[in-house]
């Protein structure tokens, strides 16, 4: 993980983000690249090889193709990688996430996540 990644929220930019909801976000994990493991039973269509290790495709906007743009939410939901199963939504990486982008959104620098 890239040393700018914290695991904890400073009080102030919690308070600023608030609660997390995947249907309010601006999915920010949903544009980190998921490294697939040998027991994720994934669909040949929806994975890549990036650097020589099999990983979710994204599409031309950074968007994991499994993303359900119109809802929100993950297309694959219940046969996900143990990686996204893993991530917790409000959880400490999340809300890294999430604050990070948020200040790079205020400072007016676009996020490019590869």
Do not use: K
């Amino acid at each position: 993980m890239p040393s700018s990644h914290r695991n904890t929220v400073s009080p102030q930019n919690a308070r600023a983000l608030g609660p997390a909801d995947c249907t309010q976000c601006d999915a920010v994990c949903c544009r980190l690249t998921v490294v697939l493991q040998p027991e994720d039973n994934i669909p040949s269509h929806l994975a890549t090889y990036q650097g020589g290790l099999r990983v979710m495709a994204r599409d031309e906007d950074g968007w994991c193709v499994a993303l359900d743009g119109a809802r929100m939410n993950c297309g694959i939901y219940d046969s996900r990688p143990s990686v996204c199963r893993r991530f917790v939504m409000g959880g400490p990486y999340c809300n890294a996430l999430r604050e990070e982008y948020a200040e790079e959104r205020t400072r007016g620098i676009e996020l490019v996540l590869q």
